[in-house]
């Protein structure tokens, strides 16, 4: 039994809202703080199964986390302190673990075994083992290219100069942890900005990367220093809300302490060539991270052709513009995103459907979809178990004419634990069916 929301067509959203806290910043914080020295506090930790997932898997590599339900204590255990789990490492739905747990536990002394659920064992895994092998981790993965990996350990690895096939912010970030166990420097080329979370995280706790241009590299490292951390809301989770104030008429509405990082915050200026009317206040820094309030009125939008060197810096956003897009007059063309073919569905071909569902005519193409704006009529829409597709059509409901039903919900919790409460409180007509 998976669970339905229904929502109802009506209201406004209004007041402020706090959505929980950064997954990608979660899950970093938490690995840096594990191979620390010293003891880590992470305030406002993301108590979603993904970020969870990663503190389940440093406990069986013998951390001591205690989570409180908020802050979260890490017993650092040193770059080499890590332990062999006796059991594979289960990272759920977790792309963002399997990935950068893959890059750490390459540079360890004893073996492992990554796996993951239904969704994650189909993703593709290759993009990681090829660098890693370049760099001599002992690494093999499943004949097509996904997990189960298993990892050798004892290898000493070798710092490389490689250029990212891929616009992917989990296989730079694998390679910099990768690179923390290299002997010499790991250098890595971005031909298109990814998020640098990582980067910012390793600074932190002391271990400073440093970029010229496009390129970043890291030094074999000798100790990370254990911290405190703050964490901002997700920008990924609030972005549902911009979207849903924007479309929704007589909305206003303020997100608070959102992390407004420039390699995460795309959608604002995709929302705005849309006509939105978004405003950030209160700009500050926390841990290292830019942080706003993000205050939106809802505003009549207009298609566009969405320019593509902002898509790799608005990758997890495309589910909520797209929603958005489809409210606008006109057509709104998305283009050079094939990578949303694998994430946790193919996310092209699943808006596209739940697009069907409710009235909206779409063409999706090899790394794109073409979206006509126009009236959502309501109806049933799969989210295919992907928390992004399921979030996108909750909030298409309060504009639509009819209730919109989403089936397979379950995964929200993967990065937005109280999502139905929160939609509530700002103001959607939201419920389990
Ligand atoms: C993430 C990077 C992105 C993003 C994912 C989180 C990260 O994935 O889609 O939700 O935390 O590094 P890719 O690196 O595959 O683009």
Redesign the pocket.
């Known amino acids: 039994m998976t669970s339905t929301y229904q929502v109802n067509p009506g209201g406004a959203l209004s007041g402020n809202l706090t959505v929980p806290g950064d997954k990608?910043i979660s899950?970093r914080a938490l690995i840096l703080a594990a191979i620390a020295e010293g003891n880590t506090t992470i305030q406002g930790f993301l108590q979603g199964e993904d970020t969870l997932a990663t503190a389940e898997a440093f406990r069986k590599l013998g951390v001591r986390i205690d989570n409180d339900g908020d802050i979260v204590h890490v017993e650092g255990v040193g770059l080499n302190g890590l332990q062999q789990s006796s059991q594979p490492i289960d990272l759920g739905n977790s792309?963002?673990s399997a990935r950068l747990m893959t890059g750490l536990l390459s540079g360890q002394s004893f073996d492992s075994e990554l796996i993951g659920d239904e969704s994650l064992m189909t993703r593709p895994m290759q993009r990681i083992v090829e660098p890693l092998r370049l760099m001599h981790a002992n690494i093999q993965c499943s004949d097509s290219g996904t997990l189960p990996i298993r990892i050798s350990g004892g290898s000493q690895l070798k710092g490389i100069n490689y250029e990212l096939p891929v616009a992917?912010?989990?296989?730079k970030?694998c390679l910099l942890l990768a690179g923390l166990y290299a002997d010499g420097t790991t250098t890595i080329t971005e031909n298109e900005s990814?998020?640098d979370h990582t980067e910012r995280m390793l600074a932190t706790f002391a271990h400073p990367v440093t970029r010229d241009g496009n390129k970043i590299s890291v030094k074999k490292a000798e100790k990370l220093i254990g911290t405190e951390i703050i964490i901002p809301a997700d920008f990924s989770s609030a972005a549902f809300f911009i979207v849903a104030a924007t479309i929704t008429p007589d909305s206003d509405l303020l997100l608070k302490n959102v992390g407004v990082n420039p390699t995460r915050k795309a959608m604002l200026d995709i929302m705005k060539l849309m006509g939105a009317d978004i405003e950030l206040e209160d700009e500050r820094e926390l841990s290292g991270e830019p942080v706003a309030n993000i205050h939106i009125k809802s505003s009549q939008l207009e298609g566009i052709d969405i320019p593509e060197e902002l898509v790799p810096i608005a990758?997890?956003e495309f589910p909520a513009i797209l929603i958005a897009a489809a409210r606008a007059s006109g057509v709104t063309r998305l283009t050079g995103a094939a990578?949303l073919r694998v994430?946790e569905s193919d996310r092209l071909q699943a808006m596209s459907d739940g697009f069907t569902a409710i009235g909206i005519q779409t063409d999706v193409t090899d790394d794109g979809i073409i979206v006509s704006g126009g009236e959502f009529n309501g109806g049933s829409v799969n989210s295919y178990a992907d928390h992004r597709i399921a979030m996108a059509f909750a909030i298409s409901g309060t504009v639509a004419k009819q209730p919109v039903t989403i089936s397979n919900c379950d995964n929200v919790t993967t990065s937005f634990p109280g999502f139905v409460d929160i939609a509530k409180q700002a103001g959607i007509n939201i419920n389990y069916a």
């Open positions: 990608s899950h792309g963002t992917s912010a989990q296989l970030s990814t998020r990758i997890d990578e994430k």
